[in-house]
């Protein structure tokens, strides 16, 4: 995958690498990136020599019929990790179990914390759950990761990228072993993941926003859908107020 989908990139859209000496040769560690676009996850590991595992949802993997199969292999090539979200907690507790397995053995975890797409370009609050706990759980140092105009390469809902240079602007790793154990401590976890933000703020230049990119996104939403609401009523009122204004015809 690093040869064909890694170097195609490379080749296709030339992206920019800084702090790539930040990345150790061998050994685990945890990249929390901010996420902009669902091609960060290609970019990331294509401009890297070592795998970076990824985690994704079980569906994925598990699709029937040729496009399932071929979709499962595709997922596995590019080193995402199927997680099942089903269960009390859902995919929290799959992606830190599925994090402290990928520290264990050795290798590079990349996670969001934000937990999903950010819906404006705009930086926003880091959930506390997985990062926190799985860099204090294992002992393993953060590196922060930002991504530069992935978003304007492919925006949400877009299938077709846009030909342009995405940027990639690695961190110094942050060692947060003075926390080890105390993945039970929720004000530590807020503490841990609120460094973590801010360096990746720091590294990509973005406006901060202290809320969640969840909750942002459902403002988003339900803005949308009152406006089409009230675009719908508006219309009908200015059908109503033409149909009004039409002089009657005379009787015959």
Known sequence: MKFSIGGSLKL????????????????????ASNHLSFSDSFFLPAVL?????????????????????????????????????????GAGEAAIKAGIEVIESGGLFGI?????????????????????????????????VAMIDTEKIQPPGKVVPKLMRPGIRIGAPLDFSRYHGMDGDRFILRSVTDEVMYEIMKLSGQEYVDVYATAAKRAI????????????????????????????????
């Open 12 to 31: 296709a859209f030339r992206p920019w690498v800084e702090g790539l000496e930040h990345i150790p040769a061998e050994g685990p560690a945890i990249l």
């Open 221 to 252: 939403a339900e803005a949308e859908k009152a406006q089409k609401e009230a675009d719908r009523e508006a219309e009908k009122a200015r059908k109503e107020a033409q149909k009004a204004a039409r002089p009657e015809r005379p009787a015959a």
């Open 112 to 144: 969001y914390p934000e937990g999903t797409r950010s819906p404006d370009g705009r930086l926003y609050r880091g959930k506390p759950g997985g990062l926190a706990r799985v860099a204090l759980a294992t002992g393993a140092p953060v590196i922060p």
């Open 49 to 89: 020599d070592r795998k970076v595992t990824f985690i994704a949802k079980a569906e994925y993997f598990t699709s029937p019929g040729v496009k399932g199969r071929l979709t499962a292999a595709f997922f596995k090539g590019v080193g995402q990790l199927p997680v099942d979200r089903s269960g009390a907690r």
